[in-house]
């Protein structure tokens, strides 16, 4: 039994099957990706995870739990984190203000009013943040506007910001889109380190081969909406379904 | 039912308004990404082109008539306009009494200039400035303006009467087999009704069939790749603007035979033409045309003594009651695009 | 040079105390025992008129006439209707010996930000006496301040039945005739005209001044033979009336009622021309409208419009009697144009607050109060003219008229029809339609 | 001090010295001179700036950190005008009990708005407001103000106010006829003349102003809060709040109903110094003047909306009163032609033109002054210190030599 067990979900949109009959099982602890060309669905996948989208039928379970009809809030409370294509972050703040959120978030809930106190008197979470931006290596940059940063720095932002809610499963959607080849390999290491220091699980979209044979321990492929085959990265690489997908070569 | 046939009536005729200055609003928001609060003063700008109009025509020289006393106990002052001298009384009453019509021919390259004069000017510069700031900035200019035609034609509404032809009303009820009386229409306002059709007809085709409105319609839907595009955006904001503020201005000259226009005019349509356009839904014009039309048809019909007995008041939030209601059940308005203005 | 002392004025002014001014110990009473009496050589009066908004133009006319009047209480210009007045206290030196002079306002046409305009005048400025205005709502807002503050308020335009009724103040003065005074001088006139067995069909702006007129024309006309068809309110800020407007003809009514003012009275009345109601005949009879509250500012607004449609108005610059002339004379000759209706009123306010300060001698409130209260007068362009006791209204004739056919002039709209006879228009202070408040006592704010 | 960093309660401090001594600096010009005209020290303008500025906080406090922008806002004002004078007509004189229901009944109102209007954002949400703000005004104005129906909730046009016939119940056989804090009536005025100057010292002016602290203090506090980060990041980024765990309806709910209540404050307190309710206090331009007074003085900061609403209650209560003679007054040292044609041009931005020069400055500051005022002070700021370093650049580059 995996941690995350997704089983028949379909999702039509219109006249478009965008998720046919889809299974997959994620593994506690392994770095799993998932892989498939433009439009096989990976997106849709992913949003169905979060709570974004509703699946038509099927069931997803995080933990023995089902996290249909669930907000994201709800379903990042219950231990997943998500990271975005184009790193999501608070621009307008400071990247100590971006660290410590997610800590307000893990520490409070969703929602805690908590109008009178000063943050500075929040000695558990500065704490936490500042731990959080060493971690990262960013301890320098804590002041700094978080909108101002490269798209490196505010990926590794974004990556340690959910890093700080220890979550159970993250998942990160291709983590290295419109990279360059050294921010790339940095982020790849990043993950690699993470991976090592904790336990974690990781459900990752890739476009990129290079990452994902870096990292991933198992790998689904996607094509138009259906589960093709999931194997270790080794019997992908040479998987003929694959190949047909990826290159519409008949085998 | 010849009641209801009544206030439809009505309803396109109000809707006609709400749509040609809602429609200039989403032109200007859809292809500029800006908010701008100044629409309705360029409205009343065209209100009072066809006031100058009428001054213009009207420009006379003065006779003293000794047999005629002033309020003073003075001869009489006769003004005489040069238009009866020139062309004979007859022609020149007639000229006269067309000076709304007229009064397009000025208001088209007035509006084009201010158009271009307000864009180049001040609303270049707020382009990517927020929202909020769009909207002040451009709310001190419509003061600013009204205030000016406040200063130079006073406070009080100005009759601008529809030439006589236009004069009186129709009657439809014996058309359509009801008693006479039954539904009766004002000619100017089918006049104004028609005009709104061809206007709004004539900004789709633009946009529909030229290259430029296609380039337009592109900006539109992403302004970005447009841009990217090389294709110079600037100047064709600048037209943008001019058109918008055209068909504003000429809206605005119809529609003084209606009501006779003041400096205020535009502050009071503000509000309802951003109701207007929200409801249509951001930056979609076949929205903001829809929904001018519909607010103004269930604003007629809750003005209606039969409605208004059971819900006395009805009439006076009965728009603000639908914006909110379609708002809360269709989340981006009639016809809006995801994403837009909703950060 | 720190001279630390606390000013004459400078007691604590309790509002407390207010409105027994007269009972304080005597060392907590100023010398003068009221609020901002005038100390120097001059008395400053505030005239608080709408500047901005709608009605603006009214304000500005107002204004020139406040100004004529500081002119002529100064012994400057012509002395205008100071030449007339029956009264002839006022010397032509100022009000009391003093130098008048004056502050000025922007109500903006709301009760808050005139209520504000007026109290900057009573508080910064020292203004002893309070006036303009253009609206009901605005009146009766600071007629309730200058009681509470202690200082007189001669109110400008305000028509509603309300200001000299349920919201009538001691401090507080009408010139202006009210809802009432026009239906009263109305109804014979329609009546005569349009005969006895008609249908009226009322429009009414659907706020206080609109409520009291509809009441007012209703009864005056129903008591004569009337039926009234409907009664329709529309909204304040409505601009286009014609969903309101095409019902009326299929309503079985030959009149329509416009209990409209200002702008919403043009378009309105635009409107209904255009529907062509006035060349319909209904019940065999011609469909006639009426518009109970003429004001020659906002008729021509209208334009041709107001051709032949009645209504009343409270004075008209094309009275022939010698006041009415003495003033269109100066007001004409300064301005280049004749007064408004508003601007009559302001103007004889200020005479009359200036006339009974000096026969009372004092410019306090109270005996102000006292010199107006039953006070007879002419000469000031309305005939005889009683400032009742009762409810601080005045009465006089009113005036019918009619919008003119041929006009000479931009400011030859109207036509008077008939002076209805001040007689006819008299009511008692407890009348219904007036009742509920109390008048109170004078307030000297001090 | 206070719980505050020290930036903080200096600026409190500084607040707190403006208001105590407002009835000084507002009125620096002496009686009878041509620049009296400019003193703005009398009651009903000192409370008026204090009221507004309380006013503009709270917005500040949703519009500024959250960035939804109501338009809405006068409605709670209203409401909470009301609220007072009905307290006033029902219990008594007594200031208190009106502004706490005052505060109250703005907050219940924000709550139904708030919680209908929040779930649409972006100008979707600012039309929400609106409607609810002009269906409140509209109906204030006549359905709900009959004077002659047995609902009278508003007295229409008039404006709601206290009659004698009220009964008053709590009121007590020796207490004031107006508003008053335990029988110290609100317009009680102490006044100090020093020379040929005039001070006045109100007590209804002291009650605000020590209600402004209160309320500029809790909007720190909240600025400075876990919420208040919160809420600036609901500004920043609300996607990445939900995926955070982060439920942004109660936060922004929560901050519009702070608003709200800061709002219902502030129409207590007018009602307070002035016991008489209009309608057009809901009207939409009166929310859309808190609007510009936050963004003119400088969304997003401490001191700004109180500035803003400052600057533009001076303009519309000084302003307005300058008329003709009074420039005649000014100008008439200038000889006569230049005198008229001085006039001639001043005369069209003062008295009736005051909102030309009002829009003109909208435009100005938004033009030149993105930030607002604040921005403006800051930028003088730095004007001032870089020429202070740069006088003590150059004595350090001078100094180095000699080393």
Redesign the interface.
């Known amino acids: 039994m995996g941690i995350l067990e997704v089983k028949n979900v379909n999702k039509r949109f219109g006249g478009l099957q965008a998720l046919g009959d889809v299974n997959l099982s994620v593994a506690e602890n392994t770095v799993h990706a998932i892989i498939g060309p433009n439009g096989a669905g990976k997106s849709t996948l992913l949003n169905c995870l979060?709570g974004k989208l509703i699946p038509d039928t099927g069931s997803v379970m995080f933990d023995g739990q089902s996290v249909l009809g669930r907000?994201?809030?709800?379903i990042?409370?219950m231990g997943i984190?998500?990271v975005?294509q184009t790193p999501?972050?608070?621009?307008?703040?400071t990247v100590m203000?971006n660290m410590?959120?997610?800590c307000?978030?893990?520490r409070?809930?969703?929602?805690?009013?908590?109008?009178?106190?000063?943050?500075?008197n929040?000695k558990d979470?500065i704490e936490r943040a500042e731990h959080m931006l060493e971690d990262m290596n960013m301890a320098d940059k804590r002041h700094m506007h978080a909108a101002s940063m490269s798209r490196g720095d505010k990926r590794r932002l974004e990556i340690g910001?959910c890093l700080s809610?220890e979550p159970r499963l993250l998942l990160l959607d291709e983590p290295t889109a419109g990279m360059a080849r050294a921010d790339t390999n940095n982020t790849i290491d990043l993950l690699k380190q993470i991976k090592q220091e904790r336990d974690i699980t990781i459900a990752i979209i890739e476009h990129d081969m290079h990452v994902v044979f870096s990292l991933a321990e198992r790998i689904t492929v996607l094509a138009q909406g259906t589960p093709l085959v999931e194997d270790t990265p080794d019997k992908i690489k040479g998987h003929p379904k694959v190949r047909e997908a990826y290159l519409g070569e008949s085998a | 039912m010849d009641a209801i046939i009544l206030q439809i009536l009505n309803g396109l005729d109000k809707g006609s308004a709400y749509a040609l200055i809602a429609l200039g609003l989403t032109l200007i928001f859809g292809t500029l990404g800006v908010v701008n609060f100044a629409h309705g003063a360029l409205f009343m700008i065209g209100a009072f082109c066809a006031v100058s109009m009428q001054r213009l025509l009207n420009l006379s020289y003065i006779t003293l008539d000794e047999t005629q006393k002033d309020f003073l106990g003075n001869p009489l002052k006769v003004k005489t306009p040069y238009v009866e001298s020139w062309f004979g009384p007859d022609m020149g009453a007639a000229i006269i009494d067309w000076s709304v019509p007229l009064a397009i021919l000025l208001a088209i390259p007035v509006m084009i200039v201010v158009g271009i004069v307000m864009e180049r000017g001040l609303i270049k510069h707020f382009y990517k400035r927020p929202h909020a700031d769009q909207i002040l900035v451009t709310f001190g200019l419509a003061i600013v303006l009204q205030e000016i035609i406040k200063h130079y034609y006073g406070a009080n509404p100005i009759p601008t009467p529809a030439p006589d032809a236009f004069k009186g009303s129709f009657d439809f009820g014996v058309m359509l087999g009801f008693d006479p009386n039954a539904i009766i229409y004002p000619y100017w306002r089918m006049v104004y009704f028609a005009f709104a059709v061809v206007i709004i007809g004539a900004v789709f085709a633009f946009l529909q069939f030229t290259t430029f409105g296609m380039v337009v319609r592109a900006g539109m839907a992403d302004r970005e790749t447009v841009g990217l595009l090389g294709i110079n955006i600037n100047r064709r904001f600048t037209l943008m603007f001019a058109l918008a503020a055209a068909v504003a201005g000429m809206a605005g000259v119809m529609y003084t035979p209606i009501n006779s226009p003041n400096y205020h005019m535009g502050m009071d349509f503000l509000v309802l033409s951003f109701v207007v356009v929200v409801v249509g839904g951001m930056g979609s014009l076949p929205g903001a045309v829809l929904a001018g039309f519909m607010l103004g048809i269930l604003e007629a019909f809750a003005s209606m003594n039969q409605i208004k007995s059971i819900l006395p008041g009805i009439d006076q939030i009965i728009i603000y009651l639908v914006a909110i209601v379609i708002l809360l059940t269709r989340p981006r308005g009639l016809m809006g695009r995801k994403g837009v203005m909703e950060e | 040079m720190s001279k630390f002392h606390v000013s004459r004025r400078g007691v604590l002014r309790t509002g407390a105390l207010a409105g027994a001014g007269l009972a304080l110990p005597t060392y907590l009473r100023a010398d003068t025992g009221y609020l901002n009496a005038p100390t120097g050589s001059s008395v400053t009066l505030g005239f608080n008129v709408p500047q901005t908004g709608p009605y603006a133009d009214e304000g500005a006319d107002e204004l020139r006439a406040f100004e004529l009047a500081v002119e002529h209480l100064n012994g400057e210009g012509d002395g205008g209707m100071l030449n007339t007045f029956s009264s002839k206290a006022l010397q032509g030196n100022g009000i009391l010996g003093k130098k008048v002079e004056f502050v000025t306002g922007d109500t903006q046409t709301k009760s808050d930000a005139a209520r504000a305009s007026a109290k900057s005048m009573i508080e910064k400025d020292g203004a002893i006496m309070i006036s303009g205005g253009s609206s009901s709502g605005v009146a009766v807002a600071v007629q309730g301040l200058c009681q509470d503050a202690g200082v007189i308020f001669m109110a400008g335009l305000t028509h509603s039945n309300d200001t000299t009724g349920k919201d009538k103040k001691a401090n507080g003065f009408r010139h202006f005739f009210n809802a009432y005074m026009s239906a009263a001088a109305l109804a014979p006139v329609l009546q005569k005209l349009y005969g006895s067995d008609r249908k009226a069909y009322h429009l009414t702006a659907d706020y206080t001044w609109g409520w009291t007129q509809e009441e007012s024309i209703a009864a005056a006309t129903e008591a004569m033979g009337w039926e009234t068809v409907n009664k329709v309110r529309t909204p304040l800020a409505a601009t286009d009336f014609s969903s309101y407007i095409a019902p009326v003809l299929n309503s079985g009514a030959d009149v329509l009622v416009l209990n409209h003012y200002g702008g919403n009275m043009v378009n309105s009345l635009t409107n209904a021309v255009q529907f062509g109601l006035r060349e319909k005949q209904v019940n065999g009879k011609n469909f006639e409208i009426v518009v109970p509250l003429y004001s020659r500012l906002m008729a021509k607004g209208a334009g041709e419009n107001v051709k032949g449609i009645l209504g009343s108005t409270n004075w008209h610059w094309s009275l022939q009697d010698e006041a009415s002339q003495a003033f269109v004379k100066s007001f004409g000759t300064k301005y280049g144009f004749p007064p408004s209706q508003a601007a009559h009123t302001c103007y004889a306010q200020t005479l009359l607050y200036a006339d009974a300060c000096e026969r009372a001698g004092t410019f306090n409130p109270c005996g102000v109060v006292e010199a107006l209260e039953g006070f007879e007068f002419d000469g000031l362009g309305n005939g005889p003219t009683l400032y009742r006791a009762a409810d601080h209204q005045c009465f006089k004739d009113v005036l019918v008229v009619k919008g003119k056919d041929n006009p000479t002039s931009e400011f030859d709209l109207l036509e008077v029809v008939e002076v209805t006879p001040r007689a006819q228009v008299e009511y008692a202070p407890d009348h219904p339609m007036f009742a509920g408040g109390e008048l109170g006592s004078c307030n000297p704010g001090a | 001090m206070f719980?505050?960093?020290k930036k903080d309660t200096t600026l409190l401090l500084v607040v707190a010295a403006l208001a105590l001594f407002a009835p000084f600096l507002l009125n620096p010009f002496p009686e009878g001179s041509a620049m009296a005209q400019f003193n703005a020290g009398y009651p009903d303008l000192m409370q008026r700036f204090v009221i507004f500025g309380i006013f503009a906080v709270g917005f500040n406090i949703l519009f500024g950190l959250t960035g939804y922008l109501s338009f809405g806002h006068a409605a709670f004002l209203g409401v909470g005008s009301y609220s007072a004078v009905w307290m006033f007509k029902l219990l008594g004189y007594n200031v208190i009990p009106g502004i706490i229901l005052s505060v109250i009944v703005a907050g219940l109102f924000s709550v139904v708005i708030g919680y209908v209007s929040l779930r649409r954002s972006g100008i979707y949400f600012s039309i929400l407001t609106l409607a609810f703000a002009q269906m409140s005004y509209n109906m204030a104005y006549s359905v709900l103000g009959n004077p002659t129906s047995n609902f009278n909730l508003t007295n229409g046009e008039t404006g709601l106010q206290v009659y004698t016939s009220d009964p008053q119940i709590l009121a007590s056989a020796g207490a004031p006829d107006l508003p008053h804090l335990f029988g110290l009536t609100m317009r009680s005025s102490y006044q100090l003349e020093l020379g040929s100057w005039l001070f006045t010292f109100n007590a209804g002016y002291y009650l605000c102003a020590v209600l402004l602290l209160v309320s500029f203090y809790?909007a720190i506090?909240?600025f400075?809060?876990?919420?208040?980060?919160?809420l600036?990041?609901v500004?920043?980024?609300q996607?990445?709040?939900?995926?955070?765990?982060?439920?942004?309806r109660?936060?922004t709910l929560?901050a519009f109903v702070?608003s709200g209540m800061y709002a219902g404050l502030a129409g207590g307190l007018l009602s307070t110094m002035d016991p008489l309710a209009g309608a057009e206090r809901m009207q939409w331009t009166a929310s859309g003047e808190v609007v510009l007074m936050t963004i003119l003085g400088g969304a997003g900061t401490l001191i700004g909306p109180v500035l803003g609403a400052g600057f533009i209650k001076y303009f519309e209560n000084i302003f307005s009163k300058i008329n003709e003679g009074v420039l005649h007054a000014w100008f008439g040292f200038l000889p006569d032609g230049l005198e008229n044609g001085v006039i001639w041009v001043v005369e069209h931005f003062v008295g009736p033109g005051w909102h030309l020069t009002l829009g003109l400055l909208f435009m100005l500051v938004v033009t030149f002054l993105p930030g607002g005022l604040v921005e403006g002070g800051q930028k003088i700021a730095a004007l001032l210190s870089r020429r202070k370093s740069k006088d003590t650049d150059n004595r350090a580059t001078q100094s180095t030599p000699a080393e």
């Open positions: 979060v907000s994201p809030y709800e990042n409370q984190s998500r975005f999501e972050i608070f621009g307008d703040l203000e410590m959120i997610p307000f978030a893990k409070d809930g969703a929602f805690e009013l908590n109008a009178l106190n000063s943050v500075g929040q979470i910001m809610q | 719980g505050l960093q809790v506090r909240i400075r809060s876990p919420f208040g980060l919160m600036r990041a500004k920043s980024n996607q990445r709040m939900n995926y955070t765990g982060l439920n942004t109660p936060y929560a702070i």
